[in-house]
């Protein structure tokens, strides 16, 4: 089994920064895909950033030029660095992985996810 774990949620101010780390642990042929979702209440949760195994990277529209995604592979960790917060980055985000489990078996797998809060 695979456990993602997510750190660095917490309360700040409009306009400030924030860095999210997130650490996959458990039995893993290959980690392939990381990401982070995030989540507002009442609303459906959403792709925030995405990055291959390769590095290749893809931002939501909403997130681009503020936020920057990046991962460790030897340490099969991957990071959200966020600035220029605004009150509509709120919510809970959460980490997930595209994962092989083994040589013939891919799933995806999700954090508990971390809140991320911004105050106006």
């Known amino acids: 089994q695979v456990q993602l774990v997510e750190s660095g949620g917490e309360l700040v101010q409009a306009g400030g920064s924030l860095k999210l780390s997130c650490t996959a642990s458990?039995?893993?042929?290959?980690?392939?895909?990381m990401g982070w979702y995030r989540q507002a209440p009442g609303e459906q949760r959403s792709m925030v950033a995405e990055?291959?195994?390769?590095?290749?990277?893809t931002y939501a529209d909403s997130v681009k030029g503020r936020f920057a995604i990046s991962r460790d592979n030897a340490k099969n960790m991957v990071y959200l660095q966020m600035n220029n917060l605004k009150p509509e980055d709120t919510a809970v985000y959460y980490c997930?992985?595209?994962?092989?489990?083994?040589?013939?078996?891919?799933?995806?797998?999700w954090g508990q996810g971390t809140q991320v809060t911004v105050s106006s």
């Open positions: 997930t992985a595209d994962v092989s489990v083994d040589y013939w078996e891919r799933r995806d797998f």
């Open positions: 458990g039995t893993m042929y290959r980690i392939n895909r």
């Open positions: 990055i291959s195994i390769r590095k290749t990277i």
